[in-house]
């Protein structure tokens, strides 16, 4: 019997440790795999989308570059000779190196000019060239030149425009396909990928095996699933008798260019991809080893620990019960100790006597208990009743003995509990805390709160079911008020949740239309400042204009040396598209919509990036500027781009203020406060001024001064907040028709 026992507890308890233990490896198994395959995809798909950004960024810069070309003056001029605009194109050639040649088309689509060696051509029937003609920029599909080398071209067209900006003919730029496959072709993937470009037909554009350029993509059935889906990814792909992984992209062009509906793609072997799976292998192989080996241990351990007393206790027992205290055997019994068991003999007979007195005792307790006492016997019929039972149905004892729960209990037919309550008193051997019902003489519903305990023999089956119940009709009353509260509360709630809805719909709406009014603010002064900008440009434009054609004649009459041309083209041309890249390059960065990103900055070249922009407007407007900029300007910390707006709103009111006026001054004065911890912009003018009463208005939002159409009375308002967004202050003193002072405060950087 000790061998069953000890052979059970050892089965037992492997069951109980090692099934969970094996789930635990399988699910970790099956989450790091999980885990492995998405950094993988995550990867490929980080690298594809990076490289092909550059494919695209690359095509859109080849149009913007044919753009820029096909808008020179000597190429859209019908007085420049051939001979110009031939060498106009090749020395543009030699500058975009993109671009393996250069031609011009007339509007009927035969070549004029080429930087390349003549051949005649004609492309009128051409989609793209249809398409330059309407005055759209255009790109061709990729093609192949019969040629000894079989290289691929791709075609950017743009229309040239000519008298009343009509389009007299087409320039064309060829690109060399090498160019824009030489950014995928030198990306190594471990030591088995490769990354692959095609077309929207699966034609292979770029890939490191050159003779497959231009061929369809291989397999077929590989080819059809990319061409199906904008992205994915693909295992267990049979090339050559290795199974490979695919993931594909569509690329989706750059800025406003729409692309050509490329794809990019990653080739590599499976193997090399999951191959941190066959080292997760190794280690759950070893885990699993060493932990089931250290289970067995525990469980022989624990088994023969809880078994060894038992067995002692099994030979002690079969030696009292012979009377052979005096046999030798693992169990030593002294003289003392015989006679302690003998003693305890005599006590568990006068506890038996004790127990049957008690039983009477525990009779007449449990007769007249406040509590409800109902004992049922297996077949669910009452045995045993108390006198708080009786007195609260208004039955009689011999009325309830005898008969089936049914005739007090307020159930289904057949079953003293639900289904599933009543498995749980058979198997759990107890329910507490149960609310249910009986039913009284009457017919009337008691609430109690039930209490059961099943008593079993030796065999584990089932003799009695104990219950024993409380009333609880008050309580019962109590908490069906309560019920009927948490119901109106749960009304309530969802009326403040739709009320919290609806406000947070109505400040989406409030919010939508202050960033059109705020929209209509910036629109309102694009116009002149557009027309600044222009004129900025304009005097580098010359001044290399005026450079090359003095080269130009120096070059035809032969005077012209090389120490000449170096400084001429350093000087004049050089130094100005530099300021024209620094210029266009601020410009862009200021017109860009970003996140608001604080870094530290000088506030003297914040002012002075302001005035890149505005100091052709202000001489425009014949206003004498006065700068007086602090050097060694402590730095400050706040969002460059939203302090220049300020900045630029601030200078165009000091303008408009000054409109009309004969003495037009602005003085812009950087300094550090003696007094505070800060720096300051002082914006002083000669204009009209601002009146008392509006003087406390100007910050307002929509209050304005200017006629209607002129404005929306948020300028200030939004310089204001963005001050206030960089823990600063604006200070503003004025005089009505003797001019006007706005401080701008800023604490210095720590």
């Not at 023999?457 to 309560?482: E, F, G, P």
Request: with cysteine; glycine share 6%.
């Amino acid at each position: 019997m000790t061998k069953k026992i000890h052979l059970k507890i050892n089965l037992s308890f492997l069951a109980v440790a090692l099934l969970p233990f094996l789930a635990l490896l399988l699910l970790f198994y099956l989450q790091a795999k999980n885990n492995i395959r998405i950094i993988a995809i995550e990867n490929l798909s980080n690298l594809s989308s990076g490289i092909g950004t550059e494919v695209e960024h690359t095509t859109f810069l080849s149009q913007t570059y044919i753009k820029a070309l096909a808008d020179n003056p000597i190429i859209r001029s019908p007085k420049s000779s051939l001979t110009e605009k031939n060498y106009e194109l090749q020395k543009m050639l030699n500058y975009f190196k993109l671009f393996e040649k250069f031609t011009l088309l007339d509007k009927d689509g035969s070549t004029i000019s080429s930087t390349a060696a003549f051949k005649k051509e004609n492309f009128q029937n051409t989609p793209w060239f249809e398409k330059a003609l309407k005055g759209q920029i255009a790109v061709s599909p990729v093609y192949t030149e019969i040629t000894p080398h079989k290289k691929t071209f791709l075609t950017v067209a743009a229309p040239i425009l000519g008298t009343n900006n009509l389009v007299s003919g087409v320039l064309t730029g060829q690109i060399n396909m090498e160019k824009i496959g030489g950014l995928i072709d030198n990306i190594q993937i471990g030591k088995t990928g490769f990354m692959f470009l095609y077309d929207s037909q699966g034609k292979i554009l770029s890939c490191p095996d050159k003779e497959k350029i231009s061929y369809p993509l291989s397999p077929e059935n590989l080819r059809k699933k990319i061409l199906s889906e904008p992205y994915g990814f693909i295992e267990n792909i049979q090339i050559k008798g290795k199974n490979k992984i695919c993931y594909y992209k569509l690329l989706h062009g750059y800025q406003d260019y729409e692309g050509k509906k490329w794809r990019i793609g990653i080739l590599q072997d499976q193997k090399e991809t999951f191959a941190l799976l066959k080292n997760i292998h190794l280690q759950l192989l070893i885990i699993t080893g060493l932990g089931i080996l250290f289970i067995l241990f525990l469980s022989l351990f624990f088994s023969h620990k809880i078994t060894k007393p038992l067995y002692h206790l099994k030979r002690f027992t079969e030696e009292i019960s012979e009377s052979k205290l005096d046999h030798q055997n693992p169990i030593s019994f002294t003289k003392e100790k015989k006679n302690n068991m003998e003693t305890y003999f005599q006590e568990l007979t006068q506890n038996i006597q004790q127990t049957t007195v008690s039983k009477n005792y525990a009779n007449s307790i449990t007769r007249y208990m406040n509590d409800i006492l109902v004992v049922l016997d297996k077949s669910l019929k009452i045995i045993t009743v108390n006198k708080a039972t009786c007195n609260l149905l208004g039955y009689s004892e011999n009325e309830l003995i005898g008969k089936s729960i049914e005739l007090i209990f307020n159930d289904k037919p057949g079953h003293l509990l639900p289904e599933t309550s009543l498995n749980q008193i058979l198997i759990e051997e107890n329910l507490r805390q149960h609310k249910t019902f009986y039913r009284d003489k009457k017919g009337n519903q008691v609430p109690i709160l039930l209490n059961t305990s099943v008593v079993k023999d030796k065999k584990d089956s089932l003799l009695y079911i104990v219950c024993i119940a409380t009333n609880i009709s008050a309580q019962y009353q109590s908490d069906k008020t309560l019920k009927e509260l948490e119901k109106a509360q749960q009304r309530a709630e969802l009326a403040q949740k739709q009320l919290n809805e609806y406000t947070k719909e109505m400040e989406y709406m409030v919010e939508a239309k202050t960033k059109q009014l705020v929209l209509a603010e910036k629109m309102s002064g694009m116009g002149e400042f557009a027309i600044g900008i222009v004129e900025e440009l304009s005097q580098p434009l010359t001044i290399i204009k005026l450079s090359s054609q003095n080269i130009a004649w120096k070059i035809t009459n032969k005077v012209l040396d090389m120490e000449t041309l170096k400084k001429s083209l350093k000087k004049d041309i050089e130094n100005q598209a530099d300021r024209m890249a620094e210029m266009i390059n601020h410009i862009k960065m200021f017109g860009r919509h970003s996140e608001t990103e604080f870094q530290k900055h000088n506030l003297n070249d914040i002012v002075k990036n302001a005035l890149m922009l505005l100091r052709i407007q202000l001489k425009r407007a014949k206003i004498e500027l006065h700068e007086n900029f602090t050097a060694k300007l402590p730095l400050i910390y706040g969002d460059a781009k939203l302090l220049e707006e300020v900045v630029l709103s601030l200078i165009a009111n000091a303008k408009e203020a000054m409109k009309g006026r004969t003495n037009k001054e602005l003085y812009l004065t950087t300094a550090r406060s003696n007094k505070t911890n800060d720096v300051y912009l002082e914006i002083r003018d000669t204009g009209c001024g601002i009146s008392k009463k509006n003087i406390e208005k100007i910050f307002q939002p929509f209050f304005t001064t200017k006629s209607p159409g002129r404005g929306t009375g948020l300028g200030l308002a939004i310089c204001y907040g963005i001050i206030k967004t960089h823990n600063g202050s604006i200070k503003i003193k004025s005089e009505e028709n003797k001019g006007s002072s706005v401080d701008l405060i800023l604490p210095i950087a720590e």
